[in-house]
């Protein structure tokens, strides 16, 4: 071991320097400042509260209040560290309900900054004190009708290596409207005003919905399709609103999350949210949620973080079950705001009763020369003959065998668009209707990929066929979990491998033998593939476990997403009428139909307002 350094001898540190230690905990940058004295000033049941800052809060920060204020006699003691009013006993705090209870916000900052403190208590004089750099000025008399302002000046002017830290003047500007855009979010009762040099950024009057003070932050499209939610359970409460997967953006800051009034980051919860989001978002997707959680206090543990962002729950399993389902049901409940049935399970708690079908019969596709329905067996609300739609088997083949269905010389033909437009049509085509799946009509297929459907409520649906076939081989993957059907192959392909290859192998090889391959290690850089999941040939098997090793996959569920999509049926392929059918019938009973795996939308849905639009008609 080297030489230990010659000891000092054990000295108890200047009340000034213990200050400016424990302030760089909680005071980290003007931002904090501004959390820890608009705290203050709720604490103190203000109802207005303005903030200004200048210079991004490294000039000035001036936090106005109408709350309860302070007597004279105590502006010393609350420029002190560990003095608090708020509690008094242990117990008061496992049962905090204040925001501030560690009695050093204040002094912390006095100790960084010259501030200057005017209060009015109730039946008292309004009086004043300053702290420069730690060191307390005299009480004296001052003018205040009532209430408390706080003007920070200079924040981290006498420790240069803070002032360091600091990003550019307008990050730090941003992040102390942030700090109090997400106490306006949790306090709607509240008043509270924004300024930054010399601009008013925000104004929220007391006693507003989330709703309107979101939408000063959030873009208007996000705010449209906002999904309020609510639920109690066991004591414990979780509401706010969602934002629709539609509208979702590439950034993780709109996840905003308040545990008993308090805003915090919390892994628990993000990861809730994101669970709850899966499979309707892109990978570069964010959730956007404001969500308020209400806990028992000694279920919450606040004080684990001296800024007391972070919060430690005892319940942890609970609050995340309890905060992924609300989102899912919330998420669900209005599906992709499609169509009305959304992905509920069957069974599912809280299914209303369908709406009755709003369908009005109209000429088919092939009546007005658009499409025409090779067959119009009409297919009823029977069960899914194949939960894989189309035998797995068949896969490789298919494009041979829809061809060869479609070049079949027949009657009923397909015609181009429009092609015999004057071609007299025949007594069957004149009756028919479009086949229906349910409450659903299906019209035809456009562009060899999409499948337009009648939906209940009248809306046109537009069903990508590979998104729509990938959630349902998805499906069935999951349902049948890891026992993946194998096929032994008659001529083993051998594969070489490079070096990240060969790792990933060693690490999806459990997975990818649950999905059915058997593969086998002749060397460190070969791999001999064996057999084969029954969907896949020789050649798609090969393609896969490529992409496989190649890509992001790092579970089973990340092959399984991976499965679907090298199997599924792609964009271009035309479909039988009967075809569409089944895919069609197989789709509307899986889960999170709406979307693909990968969280691209399944369907889209036309209304008559976006018709309206497209029309010009207003
Ligand atoms: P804490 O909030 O943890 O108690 P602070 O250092 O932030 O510690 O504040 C110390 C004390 O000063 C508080 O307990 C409170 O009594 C008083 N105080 C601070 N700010 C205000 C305010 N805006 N209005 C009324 N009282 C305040
Ligand atoms: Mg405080």
């Given at each position: 071991m080297d030489q230990l350094p010659i000891p000092r001898s054990i000295q108890l540190l200047s009340s000034e320097l213990t200050d400016q230690i424990a302030a760089g905990e909680v005071?980290?940058?003007?931002?904090?400042?501004?959390?820890?004295?608009?705290?203050?000033?709720?604490?103190?049941?203000?109802?207005?509260i303005s903030v200004e800052i200048e210079r991004g809060g490294q000039g000035l920060i001036r936090i106005t209040d109408n709350g309860s204020g302070i007597a004279a006699d105590e502006l010393p003691l609350a420029l002190t560290r560990h003095a608090t009013s708020k509690i008094a006993t242990f117990h008061d705090l496992l049962n905090v309900a204040s925001f501030g209870f560690r009695g050093e916000a204040l002094a912390s900052v006095g100790s960084v900054s010259r501030l200057r403190l005017v209060s009015r208590a109730e039946r008292h004089e309004a009086a004043a004190i300053a702290a420069e750099h730690g060191r307390l000025g005299e009480v004296e008399p001052a003018a205040l009708a009532s209430g408390t302002i706080i003007e920070v000046r200079d924040l981290f002017a006498n420790v240069p290596a803070r002032l360091k830290f600091l990003k550019s003047l307008g990050t730090e500007a941003k992040r102390c409207q942030d700090a109090v855009s997400r106490m306006a979010l949790s306090r709607l009762d509240v008043g509270f005003v924004f300024k930054a040099e010399g601009r008013t950024l925000f104004r929220f009057p007391p006693d507003q919905p989330l709703s309107s003070r979101l939408a000063a932050f959030w873009p208007?499209?996000?705010c449209e399709g906002l999904l309020p939610f609510d639920r109690a359970r066991d004591g414990r409460r979780i509401h706010g609103l969602a934002g629709s997967p539609q509208k979702a953006q590439g950034r993780a800051d709109r996840m905003l999350f308040f545990v008993n009034g308090r805003a915090v980051q919390d892994r628990v919860l993000s990861s809730a949210a994101r669970e709850a989001y899966k499979g309707r978002l892109l990978a570069r997707e964010y959730p956007q949620v404001v969500a308020f959680l209400e806990l028992p206090p000694e279920e919450v543990d606040v004080n684990v973080h001296p800024a007391k962002m972070e919060v430690?729950?005892?319940?942890e399993q609970?609050?995340?079950?309890?905060?992924?389902?609300?989102?899912?049901?919330?998420?669900?409940?209005?599906?992709?705001?499609?169509?009305?049935?959304?992905?509920?399970?069957?069974?599912?708690?809280?299914?209303?009763?369908a709406p009755?079908?709003?369908?009005?019969?109209?000429?088919?596709?092939?009546?007005?020369?658009?499409?025409q329905p090779r067959s119009s067996r009409a297919y009823g609300d029977s069960q899914a003959e194949d939960d894989t739609f189309f035998p797995q088997p068949k896969f490789p083949a298919y494009r041979e065998y829809t061809r060869q269905v479609a070049e079949e010389p027949s009657a009923e033909a397909p015609s181009?668009?429009?092609?015999?437009?004057?071609?007299?049509?025949?007594?069957?085509?004149?009756?028919?209707?479009?086949?229906?799946?349910?409450?659903?009509?299906?019209?035809?297929?456009?562009?060899?990929?999409?499948?337009?459907?009648?939906?209940?409520?009248?809306?046109?649906?537009?069903?990508?066929?590979?998104?729509?076939?990938?959630?349902?081989?998805?499906?069935?993957?999951h349902r049948r979990g890891r026992s993946g059907q194998s096929m032994p192959l008659a001529l083993p392909v051998e594969m070489h491998l490079h070096e990240a290859q060969a790792e990933k192998l060693a690490e999806l090889g459990d997975e990818l033998a649950a999905?059915?391959?058997?593969?086998?290690?002749?060397?460190?850089?070969?791999?001999?593939?064996?057999?084969?999941?029954?969907?896949?040939?020789?050649?798609?098997?090969?393609d896969y476990i490529e992409a496989a090793l190649d890509g992001q996959a790092t579970s089973l569920e990340d092959l399984w997403v991976l499965m679907s999509c090298k199997t599924a049926l792609k964009a271009g392929q035309p479909l039988a009428q009967d075809e569409a059918l089944r895919?069609?019938?197989a789709w509307r009973a899986v889960p999170d139909r709406y979307y693909c795996p990968h969280g691209r939308p399944a369907l889209v849905r036309l209304g008559a307002g976006e018709l309206e639009r497209l029309f010009k008609r207003r």
């Open positions: 005071v980290e940058r003007p931002a904090s400042v501004v959390k820890e004295l608009v705290e203050n000033a709720l604490d103190a049941g203000a109802t207005r208007p499209a996000i430690r729950f005892r319940e609970s609050v995340f079950l309890l905060v992924r389902q609300t989102l899912q049901d919330a998420l669900e409940a209005t599906g992709p705001a499609l169509y009305a049935d959304a992905g509920r399970a069957p069974g599912e708690a809280g299914t209303a009763a009755p079908p709003r369908w009005r019969p109209a000429p088919t596709p092939a009546q007005l020369g658009l499409v181009r668009p429009f092609s015999d437009a004057g071609r007299e049509p025949s007594a069957a085509t004149q009756e028919a209707r479009p086949p229906s799946i349910g409450d659903m009509r299906y019209l035809g297929q456009i562009a060899d990929t999409y499948l337009l459907l009648g939906l209940p409520d009248g809306t046109l649906g537009i069903l990508d066929q590979h998104a729509a076939h990938e959630r349902i081989l998805y499906a069935a993957m999905l059915g391959f058997g593969l086998e290690r002749p060397s460190h850089g070969l791999v001999r593939i064996t057999s084969t999941p029954s969907s896949l040939t020789a050649g798609a098997a090969r895919l069609i019938e």
